[in-house]
T-cell receptor, first 115, second 112 residues
Framework: GAVVSQHPSRVICKSGTSVKIECRSLDFQATTMFWYRQFPKQSLMLMATSNEGSKATYEQGVEKDKFLINHASLTLSTLTVTSAHPEDSSFYIC???????????FGPGTRLTVT | DAKTTQPNSMESNEEEPVHLPCNHSTISGTDYIHWYRQLPSQGPEYVIHGLTSNVNNRMASLAIAEDRKSSTLILHRATLRDAAVYYCILRNHNTNAGKSTFGDGTTLTVKP
């Protein structure tokens, strides 16, 4: 089946630094990928829609200058958390649409801890 | 995005069938019903989706009400590995395809 990978699986960084998270669709092309954030014991919250070759679309309340998204190819989207703070610590999950089937595949998630 | 409502939690015994309900009274004609499940510290896993007719795959069955305002995910024989949070989501394949709005889901506990 289709697989979406994320790298790294977990990262610890110091407050004020930036962290980049990669999301790859391994066996299909994804024109559109999505980034979610999930806090403990809560549901997934959509942060932004990543479109290949164009600017990302951010959900209300998500700072586009803080969460930089780049979708440079049909198989790779990146999320950069800039000037990270402890409140950015969360589980970040990406997903990609397989447009030929309507199925949406999620990555395994990246656990970010900001100290 | 159309909203779905699910019970917060359900329990099942191992090897018994489980019926997970979902209400979506404001569903539009082009909304597909998708189900995902999530284990702790993992990304959601696709389970099944459908539009109007009941659907079966190797993981589960999806029963959709005739008026499409509700659906039920059926696990025919629950195993301990089926313990997870199950999300019912509506996705419009014509617009904002893939933009899934997650509710709180149903936490399924499977007892041995």
């Amino acid at each position: 089946g289709a697989v979406v990978s994320q790298h790294p699986s977990r990262v610890i960084c110091k407050s004020g630094t930036s962290v980049k998270i990669e999301c790859r669709s391994l066996d299909f092309q994804a024109t559109t990928m999505f980034w979610y954030r999930q806090f403990p014991k809560q549901s997934l919250m959509l942060m932004a829609t990543s479109n290949e070759g164009s600017k990302a679309t951010y959900e209300q309340g998500v700072e586009k200058d803080k969460f930089l998204i780049n979708h440079a190819s049909l198989t790779l989207s990146t999320l950069t958390v800039t000037s990270a703070h402890p409140e950015d610590s969360s589980f970040y999950i990406c997903s990609a649409d397989r447009t030929d089937s309507g199925e949406q595949y999620f990555g395994p998630g990246t656990r970010l801890t900001v100290t | 995005d159309a909203k779905t409502t699910q019970p917060n939690s359900m329990e099942s015994n191992e090897e018994e069938p489980v019926h997970l309900p979902c209400n979506h009274s404001t569903i539009s004609g082009t909304d597909y019903i998708h189900w995902y499940r999530q284990l702790p510290s993992q990304g959601p896993e696709y389970v099944i989706h459908g539009l109007t007719s009941n659907v079966n795959n190797r993981m589960a069955s999806l029963a959709i009400a005739e008026d499409r305002k509700s659906s039920t995910l059926i696990l025919h024989r629950a195993t301990l590995r089926d313990a997870a949070v199950y999300y019912c989501i509506l996705r419009n394949h014509n617009t904002n395809a893939g933009k899934s709005t997650f509710g709180d889901g149903t936490t399924l506990t499977v007892k041995p």
